[in-house]
């Protein structure tokens, strides 16, 4: 069973850092792609950065390119978000994402981790 969890995530002043973890287990990931999302009260979850297990390859969203880094380590089984210069439009539950890297969607979800960006 694939099982997806994040941690990190807390309360921080605009323009602070942190960094989220994603733990991965219950298969092997070869082939898949790893992905943050986030979802703002009262909004729709959006995409903020993927990773390619194999390769490497990495994509972001326009609004945190420049200030997010995603990486990951396989011999962990682990995803890292690091995330600089923190907005508050930064805000919401940040969840890890699984999918196979030719699947149109992600398939495993992690439950949340809560960012919260004070002004």
């Known amino acids: 069973q694939v099982q997806l969890v994040e941690s990190g995530g807390g309360l921080v002043q605009a323009g602070g850092s942190l960094r989220l973890s994603c733990a991965a287990s219950g298969r092997t990931f070869s082939g898949y792609a790893m992905g943050w999302f986030r979802q703002a009260p009262g909004k729709e979850r959006e995409f903020v950065s993927s990773?390619?297990?194999?390769?490497?390859?990495?994509r972001y969203a326009d609004s945190v390119k420049g200030r997010f880094t995603i990486s990951r380590d396989n011999a962990k089984n682990t995803v890292t978000l690091q995330m600089n210069s923190l907005k508050p439009e930064d805000t919401g539950v940040y969840y890890c994402?699984?999918?196979?890297?030719?699947?149109?969607?992600?398939?495993?979800w992690g439950q949340g981790t809560q960012v919260t960006v004070s002004s």
């Open positions: 990773i390619t297990w194999n390769l490497g390859t990495t």
């Open positions: 994402a699984a999918k196979v890297v030719v699947a149109e969607s992600y398939t495993y």
